[in-house]
């Protein structure tokens, strides 16, 4: 089953703009998580933010988590074409020992 | 660091056929999870293996298997292939705990004819 879902479900936007993402999510985690994925290829880590954070930076990209609302925001600022990609949150289910990621958000970056 | 491997890149089998797939973790990685991925399901937990023994499992059916060698690498493996099970397959590992971050291999992209 699902538990995190993506935000807007696709989203383009030009170089150098802002790309914002949403991940509303179920029930209570321990950590929520960010991947990335370029077309047909393995994911890749971008990001753990863990239930007592509220924010979280990583050089472009910046985290937010609202626990009482169950949900995250994915920014990345001054987008570029690189940044096309598939976007997933993830969570662990509390207790469930393992990762559920949501269906993913489409960002295409247009040079 | 040599990052998570899978072979084969690609494979094309027809309807009834079984097939294995194999996933080598980074080194140092105990826990190995598999997933399958399709456009319409998205990303679905298969399985995952820690020190040779599946410690979680997610909803499929018997068809689908796995195991995992004492050096942490895994395989896993799907009789009596159906066409639904046409899929992105992707195996990611990770130090000890399924729910830390999660190191992904490029994936066995799997068509059945």
């Known amino acids: 089953s699902q538990q995190g879902e993506e935000d807007p479900q696709a989203l383009s936007i030009q170089e150098g703009e802002n790309a914002t993402m949403n991940c509303s999510y179920k029930t209570s985690i321990n950590n929520l998580q960010w991947y990335r994925q370029n077309s047909g290829r393995g994911l890749v880590h971008l990001i753990l933010?863990?239930?007592?954070?509220r924010e979280k930076h990583s050089g472009r990209l910046r985290v937010t988590l609202d626990t009482s609302k169950k949900s995250s925001s994915l920014l990345i600022t001054a987008s570029r074409a690189a940044d096309t990609a598939s976007y997933f949150c993830a969570t662990d289910d509390f207790g469930s020992e393992k990762l559920v990621f949501g269906k993913g958000m489409k960002l295409t970056v247009n040079p | 660091k040599a990052g998570v491997t899978q072979t084969p890149r690609y494979l094309i089998k027809t309807r009834g056929q079984q097939v294995t797939l194999s996933c080598s973790p980074i080194?140092?990685?105990?826990?190995v999870s598999w997933y399958q991925q399709t456009p319409g399901q998205g990303l679905q937990f298969l399985f995952e293996y820690f020190s040779e023994t599946q410690r979680n499992k997610g909803n499929f059916p018997g068809r689908f298997s796995g195991r995992q060698f004492s050096n942490s690498r895994s395989e896993m493996n799907v009789s009596t292939l159906e066409l639904g099970d046409s899929a992105l397959y992707l195996c990611a590992s990770s130090r000890d705990r399924a729910e830390d971050t999660q190191y992904f291999g490029p994936g066995t992209r799997l068509t059945v004819l």
């Open positions: 080194s140092g990685h105990r826990s």
């Open positions: 933010i863990r239930s007592n954070e």
